[in-house]
Structures are given as C-alpha cells and as structure tokens.
C-alpha cells in the first residue's frame, strides 16, 4: 500500500461554523490533549483516576448547584445510579426514560461526572434522565461496565416499558450503548425503542480512516486511545463484539441515532457503525456536524454552541418519535 504524504499545512476554523463553534475550534488548538500511563503501569492509571475524580468534584458542584433537575442518587439492579428529573416535563414527556451511559475513555467519569452529565441531559432534553455509575478499571475492567449497564436495564424494565426507554451514551458511553442492548437481546430480553450513540468509540482496534486523518485534527482527543482501551480491555480481544460492538450482529437493533462532527477522531466509527446498521435492516440515522471534534463543541459539549443545541434537539426529537 502507498501512503498518500500531505504537506505541512495550517487549518483554521472555517466560515461555515458560528463563531462560538470557531472560538472553541480555536482554544481547543492550543489545548493539550490527553496524555496516557502505559497501558501495563496501573498504579500510574489509579493515580490518573483519582485526579480526574478529585477535578471532576471541583468542577461539577457548580453545575449540579445550578441544575433545575433533581438528581437522586440510588441503586437500580445493584448498580449505583443517578436519576435526573426536570422539574417541569412537556406534554408527552411523562413516562419517557433516557438511560445515558457517560463517556470518559472507559476509564474516567465515575463519581461526579456520572452525576453531573444525569444532571446536564435531563436540563437539555427535559426527559428523566438516568445516568449509570458504573464500574471502572482498573478494579474493574471488562466486562464489567456493560455488564453494570444491563443489570441497570433488566432491572428498569421491570417497573418501565421498553417502548418508553431510549439508551444512549458519548464516546465510550456510545460503546456501552451499542454493547449493552446487544448483551440484552442475546439474552432475550425486549430491545429499548432506540439507541442514541454519540461520536460513539465502537471499535477498540481503532482501524478506522479518522483514526489517521483526523489525528490532531479533533481538538478534543488529538489522537488513538490504545493504552486506554488496552486497561479497559484487560486482554480480551478488542474484536469481542462486546469490547467493540462494531463487530456485532444487529439483527433485531432497535432503531439508532449516530451522531459525529467531520473533525471527529471518532467519524470512522460513526460512518461505518451506520452502515453496519444499515446492512443489517436497521433504521439509523446518522448526523454529521461540520468542523466539530469528539463529544461537540466545548467542554463536554456543554451545549454553549447553536450547533450543541442542535444535537440536543436531534436526540429529543429522536426520542419522541421512537417511544
């Protein structure tokens, strides 16, 4: 195979974009991005997650103190979660559960962040949100998560009707979106009415065109997450269909939204995740933002952008027609 060599070049937020899209685009250049332990040092992995959750405690009060939902915290199937009810909900919305499943490259986002993005997706989308705590390596890698994330599921179907349920998640969190409802319809159990996966890390072997292309590019990831993905994968084979459900068989999928942006280290995923759904009879969508990068516009997409907002109003209308 010949590789195509591109000149050194500079690439400016382009026109096309408002301009708290192009300011984020900007910021985000001079931003360095993450820096991973190898993926054999877990104790430097543990000392990485305890920061993260110490900053993370810091920086969600404020906006768990702002929230207009109520956030309760409790078990649901054994699993520690936290459900966000908007204070007002819009006719029609009564009943309506979203269960999200955070991001934060498998390995961060317990604690707080979970709290916090409960808290953030109930306000955007004024639909009960129930945002699952689980499991994390290096204590806990896989299959733990997803596992979390379907005992949560089996147990919320008891008291909730799965035509009423939407699971989706961001990044890893698309991951365990896919991974989990296909752990529950191998095990019989009734598909949610839809999946949401956004800039959804579906395959661990990271092959992907993006995964190239892109590198640098995405002003959120800069580049491949193997050593991540290799702590939470814990020697399994990232072709598993349960570490990257883009190797699964989607007979039976309920209908999916996949969302991504063209700077998106992640729009291989997306691209092929929805031809795979597609092939297999699926009804999917996919969304592409111009010049957005992993997980939107600004930090954890905090929905500052037109364009964060329109990909709020994309996931609410995807809910209201399939449940």
């Given at each position: 195979?010949?590789?195509?060599?591109?000149?050194?070049?500079?690439?400016?937020?382009?026109?096309?974009?408002s301009?708290?899209?192009?300011?984020?685009?900007?910021?985000?250049?001079?931003?360095?991005?993450?820096?991973?332990?190898?993926?054999?040092?877990?104790?430097?992995?543990?000392?990485?997650?305890?920061?993260s959750?110490?900053?993370?405690?810091?920086?969600?009060?404020?906006?768990?103190?702002?929230?207009?939902a109520?956030?309760?915290?409790?078990?649901?199937?054994?699993?520690?979660?936290?459900?966000?009810?908007?204070?007002?909900?819009?006719k029609?919305?009564?009943?309506?559960?979203?269960?999200?499943?955070?991001?934060?490259?498998?390995?961060?986002?317990?604690?707080?962040?979970?709290?916090?993005q409960g808290?953030?997706?109930?306000?955007?989308?004024?639909?009960?949100?129930i945002?699952?705590?689980?499991?994390?390596?290096?204590?806990?890698?896989?299959?733990?998560?997803?596992?979390?994330?379907?005992?949560?599921y089996?147990?919320?179907?008891?008291?909730t009707?799965?035509?009423?349920?939407?699971?989706?998640?961001?990044?890893?969190?698309?991951?365990?979106?896919?991974?989990m409802?296909?752990?529950?319809?191998a095990?019989?159990?009734?598909a949610?009415?839809?999946?949401?996966?956004?800039?959804?890390?579906?395959?661990?072997?990271?092959?992907?065109?993006?995964?190239r292309?892109?590198?640098?590019?995405?002003?959120?990831?800069?580049g491949?997450?193997?050593?991540?993905?290799?702590?939470?994968?814990?020697?399994?084979?990232?072709?598993?269909?349960?570490l990257?459900?883009?190797?699964?068989?989607?007979?039976?999928?309920?209908?999916?939204l996949?969302?991504t942006?063209?700077?998106?280290?992640?729009?291989?995923?997306?691209?092929?995740?929805?031809?795979?759904?597609?092939q297999?009879?699926?009804?999917?969508?996919?969304?592409?933002?111009?010049?957005?990068?992993?997980?939107?516009?600004?930090?954890f997409?905090?929905?500052d952008?037109?364009?964060?907002?329109?990909?709020?109003d994309?996931?609410?209308?995807?809910?209201?027609?399939?449940t």
């Open positions: 195979m010949v590789p195509i060599s591109l000149p050194a070049r500079d690439i400016p937020p382009p026109a096309t974009i301009a708290k899209a192009q300011a984020a685009l900007a910021e985000g250049a001079v931003t360095p991005g993450p820096i991973w332990p190898p993926a054999d040092d877990l104790e430097a992995w543990r000392t990485a997650v305890a920061e959750r110490a900053m993370w405690e810091a920086v969600s009060a404020p906006i768990l103190a702002a929230a207009r109520s956030v309760q915290t409790r078990p649901i199937g054994g699993v520690t979660c936290h459900v966000a009810t908007p204070t007002e909900l819009a029609g919305d009564e009943g309506r559960v979203y269960l999200f499943l955070h991001g934060g490259a498998f390995v961060f986002g317990d604690g707080a962040y979970a709290k916090m808290a953030l997706q109930a306000d955007r989308l004024g639909v009960t949100t945002s699952v705590d689980y499991r994390t390596p290096p204590e806990h890698p896989f299959p733990a998560a997803p596992r979390d994330c379907l005992e949560v089996r147990a919320l179907i008891e008291s009707s799965p035509a009423r349920i939407v699971v989706g998640g961001s990044s890893a969190g698309g991951n365990l979106a896919a991974s409802v296909l752990m529950a319809l095990e019989g159990l009734p949610p009415a839809g999946v949401v996966l956004l800039t959804p890390e579906v395959d661990l072997t990271e092959s992907g065109d993006s995964f292309t892109n590198a640098l590019l995405d002003t959120s990831l800069k491949p997450m193997p050593d991540a993905n290799a702590v939470y994968a814990a020697g399994h084979d990232l072709t598993d269909p349960y990257s459900p883009l190797y699964g068989d989607f007979a039976g999928f309920p209908p999916t996949v969302q942006g063209t700077r998106d280290l992640f729009l291989s995923n997306s691209v092929l995740m929805h031809r795979k759904l597609r297999a009879g699926v009804e999917a969508e996919l969304h592409c933002w111009e010049a957005m990068p992993h997980a939107g516009f600004g930090p997409g905090s929905g952008s037109p364009e964060n907002r329109e990909i709020d994309e996931v609410l209308r995807f809910i209201r027609r399939v």
